[in-house]
């Protein structure tokens, strides 16, 4: 790609510009899912009540389900000739899910943000995919598929944890 230090250059036979989309929306998916693991990992830690004991666990495998991925995403940026984040700032410049820095948020509140943050997710992963399909990136949206299902996964987990008898 031509706005990128020649020592990066991946050979590909995608199209650069179309290259270029794809890497932007993947670029936008990892600062969502780098925000929505700290956001759960957030909750994880400060998760109190009742439940505390299976809320605090689901929220610790469902953190470690979003932080596997993100290599999968940076990586798949980089076999395609892009580049990837390289900061928590570029994090934060790029990210579409709001921090949650509140001393206390109640475990209740907590599924329901969790649950609509990882549907949001789902929304970047989709516009993703689709950048990946108009640029013959078959790969990307093969992989966004297994994305997509673990963020709907994540939310209906969040869903039902939350769901008043």
Not at 133 to 157: N, P, V
């Amino acid at each position: 790609m031509a706005d990128t230090n020649p020592a990066l250059d991946t050979p590909t036979d995608l199209n650069s510009n179309k290259v270029r989309s794809v890497a932007d929306a993947l670029n936008g998916t990892l600062a969502d899912c780098f925000a929505l693991y700290l956001k759960t990992k957030n909750f994880h830690w400060h998760v109190s009540g009742p439940h505390f004991r299976d809320y605090h666990l689901m929220l610790d495998d469902q953190a470690a389900q979003i932080l596997a991925i993100t290599d999968v995403i940076a990586e798949r940026v980089r076999k395609t000739g892009g580049t990837t984040l390289r900061s928590i700032g570029d994090i934060a410049r790029r990210q579409q899910l709001a921090d949650d820095d509140r001393d206390f948020v109640a475990p209740g509140e907590m599924l329901t943000i969790l649950r609509d943050d990882n549907l949001k997710l789902v929304e970047s992963m989709r516009a993703a995919r689709e950048a990946a399909e108009g640029a013959g990136d078959t790969a990307t949206s093969s992989l966004a598929d297994e994305w997509i299902d673990q963020a709907e996964e994540r939310a209906w987990f969040l869903f039902e944890a939350g769901r008043r008898s």
